[in-house]
């Protein structure tokens, strides 16, 4: 059984700083592409970043750019996504997801076969 779960979730103020790690469980998924996407209640899941199986292409929506770095760690089987200068407008919950053969279609949630079950982000003023 394949199992993503994430961490690192919680309460910050606004300009402060979370990391998010997501654990993949149950096979390797080294050759996996990895994303991160969040959604909020009565909105589509929406793409925030994501990472190629090499760990050497990045990909980030223009509205975390320059603020959140997404980095994978293959040997833990782990992605992380360091969040910094949050804002409210980014307060919901982060899904992390893995799939295969992504190539440039990242930022689609449909590629993603796998995903967690989601950490609760909350920045306040």
């Known amino acids: 059984q394949v199992l993503l779960v994430e961490s690192g979730g919680g309460l910050v103020q606004a300009g402060g700083s979370l990391r998010l790690s997501c654990t993949a469980s149950g096979r390797s998924f080294s050759m996996y592409a990895m994303g991160w996407f969040r959604q909020a209640p009565g909105k589509e899941r929406e793409f925030v970043a994501a990472?190629?199986?090499?760990?050497?292409?990045?990909y980030y929506a223009d509205s975390v750019k320059g603020r959140f770095t997404i980095s994978r760690e293959k040997v833990k089987n782990t992605v992380y996504m360091q969040m910094n200068s949050l804002k409210p407008e980014d307060t919901t919950v982060y899904y992390c997801?893995?799939?295969?053969?992504?190539?440039?279609?990242?930022?689609?949630?449909?590629?993603?076969?796998?995903w967690g079950q989601g950490t609760q982000v909350a920045v306040s003023t």
């Open positions: 990472i190629n199986w090499s760990g050497g292409s990045t």
């Open positions: 997801a893995a799939g295969e053969r992504v190539g440039y279609y990242m930022c689609r949630t449909s590629m993603y076969a796998y």
